[in-house]
Antibody, heavy 120, light 107 residues
Framework: QVQLQESGPGLVKPSETLSLTCNVS????????WSWIRQPAGKGLEWIGR???????NDNPSLKSRVTMSADTSKSQFSLNLSSVTAADTAVYYC??????????????WGQGTLVTVSS | DIQMTQSPSSLSASEGDRVTITCRAS??????LNWYQHKPGKAPKLLIY???SLQTGVPSRFSGSGSGTDFSLTISSLQPEDFATYYC?????????FGQGTKVEVK
């Protein structure tokens, strides 16, 4: 059973960089796209971006190029950096696996989420 | 970006009710449409992928239909554990986008 677990600081100061890591266990990190999604309190889900272990990266233009993502296959981990954070970046951050199944692509495994608060 | 619009934003229903949630895309997304169930404090759970395929382990009371721009999720007989928020998501292109969510509450 594939499991994902987010880790990182729960509190980040404004203008600094938010850094999160997602550890993947129970399956290979290779051959998939790995995604980041967030949910501000009381709001819906927002897709941040995705990366593959072969180096393909897509991010959400709404985040204005503040996103950096990377993967470490030796550790079965992938990471998110979000720079120049503001209070608007306060949210629960999820990592998830994007898979291809049949004629579709979906997020079939998710981490439990980690709350990141931006505050001085 | 492709905009996903769900309706209703919330609904009240009783156990045993048939519930239908709709999702409309701002342009054709073929069948690249997924449905997720989300409960507070939990990870979202994939219910339906490719518009109508039931994810392994998901009860058969959940079903999805549609293609192009108009989609729906139906719960044939609402169970107590189904009270949650439901999201549609398109994976036709990036950025992936979600609907705003539909909260299914106890009547």
């Amino acid at each position: 059973q594939v499991q994902l677990q987010e880790s990182g600081p729960g509190l980040v100061k404004p203008s600094e960089t938010l850094s999160l890591t997602c550890n993947v266990s129970g399956g290979s990190i290779n051959g998939y796209f790995w995604s980041w999604i967030r949910q501000p309190a009381g709001k819906g889900l927002e897709w941040i971006g995705r990366l593959s272990t072969s180096g393909n990266i897509n991010d959400n233009p709404s985040l204005k190029s503040r996103v950096t993502m990377s993967a470490d296959t030796s550790k079965s981990q992938f990471s998110l950096n979000l720079s120049s954070v503001t209070a608007a970046d306060t949210a629960v951050y999820y990592c998830a696996r994007e898979t291809v199944a049949g004629s579709g692509r979906s997020l079939d495994y998710w981490g439990q989420g980690t709350l990141v608060t931006v505050s001085s | 970006d492709i905009q996903m619009t769900q309706s209703p934003s919330s609904l009240s229903a009783s156990e045993g009710d048939r519930v239908t949630i709709t999702c409309r895309a701002s342009q054709s997304i073929s069948s690249y449409l997924n449905w997720y169930q989300h409960k507070p404090g939990k990870a979202p759970k994939l219910l339906i992928y490719a518009a109508s395929s039931l994810q392994t382990g998901v009860p058969s009371r959940f079903s999805g239909s549609g293609s192009g721009t108009d989609f729906s999720l139906t719960i044939s007989s609402l169970q107590p554990e189904d009270f949650a928020t439901y999201y549609c998501q398109q994976t036709y292109t990036t950025p992936r986008t979600f609907g705003q969510g539909t909260k299914v509450e106890v009547k």
